[in-house]
């Protein structure tokens, strides 16, 4: 059948498609569209296989990582872990989030346990990011019931119901979750509650926890539309997060109690031993984990503009998700003065694009595809994050940034948490101009930024879907 004989059992009297009659639908308007040619595809092939070029190309992409193929030749950055501004004590060891999406947690820790070597004169020390894991996957149980009974009248199959739905207890997280969780629970030394398997190996202790609370999410939906009295919804929701505690108790074993004391002896750098007793809460205090606040860089929203998220966090009646959203000078300026202050930075950014692992080097002209594939990728950052061809993938800590004659960033240093073998020993360095297309994020200390920025937190803020970009979790 014809490409006319098929648009003509949809047309109203035979009407011509061509015509600029706006009642017709836009595939009607289009007869120019038809599916593709199987025989117009492979002549196209033949075509490029005959330039040798082409088939270098083949050859070359067809048989490796072309990530890896079509890096420049004389790589960018590879050399180029010099800085002339850093933060006086970088954290030791480099730490290890293994096959889990613990990032958010690690770069926090990063940021915390520097202000506690200090405290305490420690050379290497770790937090336990498994305290707050624990933790975590508990409170974010609690915020998906809470949601599936805030959300009773919507429709399952509609938008939100069904995001709530998709991951109700990933790994990632946002800096308000870390505020969060600290500021119910403190932190203790990793010695104190190691990593267990499961808190390495995240997949099968997350996919028990989701089909049980996708199971009682319906259950709590029908009780809801039953008339279920409020006290009796609590005792039914209760007896669910009963299963979910014994769950990720027998996954991560049981935590130290937030409000008891514990004792943690240590060397200090003089190798005298020192012993420490208080409660995890009484331990975070060195933190300041309530003082900082998140600046973002979403140029699809106005500037100075506070933004939240709907139905995102972890701990139901905690403090909400919220940026402000601001110019990427003024974050990247931020970000400055942190550093010449002596502080490290949780940043957020999409960390798989045009970078290396191995080497450690995020660089906006690192992987030239448009050398190997002949493709030019044009999209600005508005439009990535409109499309969904971009959004926050992982969190980790600035430490270090080198400055040129007029103060202006050159590259930056990144303190990552995938062990000591990638990038640098840990490190990876990130051009300015990889900053400025693909960091989303930056949590700082309200001094290091004007009076009009600190006001836009005393804003309304305008709420963001759900599965809008800015929700994606590090």
């Not at 196209?44 to 193929?69: F, G, I």
Request: hydrophobic share 40%; aromatic share 8%.
């Amino acid at each position: 059948m014809t490409l006319d004989k098929r648009f003509d059992a949809v047309r109203i009297d035979n009407h011509d498609p061509s015509s600029s009659d706006p009642s017709l639908p836009p595939h009607v308007l289009s007869s120019s569209r038809e599916n593709i040619s199987g025989a117009a595809t492979e002549k196209y092939v033949q075509e490029l296989l005959r330039d040798p070029k082409h088939r270098l190309a083949l050859s070359a992409l067809s048989t490796a990582n072309p990530n890896t193929v079509l890096i420049k030749p004389t790589v960018p950055l590879r050399d180029a872990h010099t800085f002339n501004t850093a933060i006086p004590h970088e954290g030791s060891p480099i730490t290890n989030q293994r096959s889990t999406g613990r990032c958010w947690i690690f770069a926090a820790c990063n940021v915390f346990r520097i202000a506690i070597q200090q405290k305490y004169d420690i050379k290497a020390f770790e937090l336990s990011q498994s305290y707050l894991f624990y933790w975590d996957k508990i409170e974010k149980s609690n915020y998906f019931l809470e949601s599936i009974i805030d959300t009773a009248d919507d429709e399952v199959d509609g938008r939100l119901v069904k995001e709530l739905m998709t991951a109700p207890v990933g790994d990632g997280g946002q800096w308000d979750m870390i505020v969060n969780l600290v500021s119910k629970y403190g932190i203790v030394p990793q010695v104190l509650y190691p990593d267990s398997w499961n808190a390495q190996n995240s997949r099968t202790m997350n996919l028990l926890i989701t089909a049980k609370l996708r199971e009682n999410a319906l259950i709590l939906r029908e009780a809801v539309s039953a008339n279920t009295t409020a006290s009796k919804l609590t005792e039914l929701k209760e007896g669910m997060m009963q299963d979910i505690v014994r769950i990720v108790t027998f996954c991560l074993g049981p935590p130290p109690p937030a409000n008891e004391k514990f004792t943690w002896e240590f060397y200090d750098s003089a190798h005298k031993l020192q012993t420490v007793s208080m409660t995890p809460i009484e331990f975070a205090e060195s933190t300041h984990v309530k003082k900082f606040f998140s600046l973002v860089n979403d140029p699809r929203n106005e500037y100075n503009r506070l933004l939240t998220v709907d139905h995102l966090g972890n701990v139901w009646d905690g403090q909400p998700i919220t940026y402000v959203n601001v110019d990427k000078q003024v974050l990247k300026d931020a970000c400055i003065e942190m550093l010449k202050k002596g502080l490290p930075i949780f940043f957020g950014s999409d960390v798989g694009k045009q970078s290396d692992r191995d080497k450690g080097i995020m660089a906006t002209d690192l992987v030239d595809y448009e050398l190997g594939f002949n493709v030019k990728l044009g999209l600005n950052k508005a439009d990535r994050l409109r499309t969904g061809e971009s959004a926050m993938t992982h969190a980790m800590v600035l430490t270090a940034v080198h400055l040129d004659a007029n103060d202006k960033p050159v590259r930056w240093r990144v303190e990552n948490s995938w062990s000591e073998k990638s990038g640098s020993e840990g490190y990876f360095v990130m051009s300015d101009n990889w900053m400025d297309e693909f960091c989303y994020q930056a949590v700082i200390d309200p001094e290091v930024v004007s009076q009009e920025v600190r006001d836009v937190l005393q804003q309304k803020p305008k709420v963001l879907p759900l599965w809008d970009p800015m929700g994606a979790l590090a």
